[in-house]
């Protein structure tokens, strides 16, 4: 079954405001990571963030971590048309094997 | 860099076809694996492997076979192809250890008629 579980599943908003989307995860983990797809292409890597750290931060993401609810935010601020594009956490479950697993995503969509 | 590359972009299938998708990395990462991506379903991992010659299983395994003779490539093969097998899907790569950043191909679109 898939480790992550990102909320909500779309969200839809307006250029320069702020997006925030949320991963809950069910097992211990080393780290986790951040996603993005566009329509129809690979997934790039965004940002990671491991079990001992609280909040990272990389241009306009900011990522935060709480392993005791076992959950994770990804907020973008100031958000551009360009921002379009489905969001994915994935982690690696703790003292198990090498398996990136990843959750459903969540669809945001930014209009100009 | 060429990254991940992978082939066919495209492929249609008839049930019980065999086939197999190509998947290469120039970047000498040991760790490589497939996914596939169902509308609704996220990514769902099928094999992975840590290094050559070494494979194991990921969430959605049946039907599908691996095998890993080079660092570079990592074919995934599908046997006797099942309409339930119609997906896209997706090759990585990274370096190696937990924290390093996995790297996508483009994706291989397969439909099975």
């Known amino acids: 079954s898939q480790q992550g579980e990102e909320d909500p599943q779309a969200l839809s908003i307006q250029e320069g405001e702020n997006a925030t989307m949320n991963c809950s995860y069910k097992t211990s983990i080393n780290n986790l990571q951040w996603y993005r797809q566009n329509s129809g292409r690979g997934l790039v890597h965004l940002i990671l963030?491991?079990?001992?750290?609280r909040e990272k931060h990389s241009g306009r993401l900011r990522v935060t971590l709480d392993t005791s609810k076992k959950s994770s935010s990804l907020l973008i601020t100031a958000s551009r048309a360009a921002d379009t594009a489905s969001y994915f956490c994935a982690t690696i479950t703790q003292g198990g094997s090498e398996k990136l697993v990843f959750g459903k995503g969540t669809k945001l969509t930014v209009n100009p | 860099n060429a990254g991940v590359t992978q082939t066919p972009k495209f492929q249609v299938l008839k049930t019980g076809q065999s086939m197999t998708l190509q998947c290469a990395q120039d970047?000498?990462?040991?760790?490589m694996s497939w996914y596939r991506q169902d509308p609704g379903m996220g990514l769902r991992l099928i094999h992975y492997?840590?290094?050559?010659?070494?494979?194991d299983q990921g969430e959605v395994p049946n039907g599908y076979n691996v095998s890993r003779s080079t660092t570079e490539d990592f074919p995934l093969r599908l046997l006797s192809a099942a309409p339930s097998q119609t997906s896209v899907y997706f090759c990585?790569?990274?370096?190696?250890?937990?924290?390093?950043?996995?790297?996508f191909g483009p994706g291989t679109r397969l439909t099975v008629l």
């Open positions: 492997s840590v290094g050559a010659g070494i494979t």
């Open positions: 963030i491991r079990s001992n750290e």
């Open positions: 990585a790569s990274r370096a190696g250890g937990q924290g390093d950043t996995q790297y």
């Open positions: 970047m000498n990462h040991e760790y």
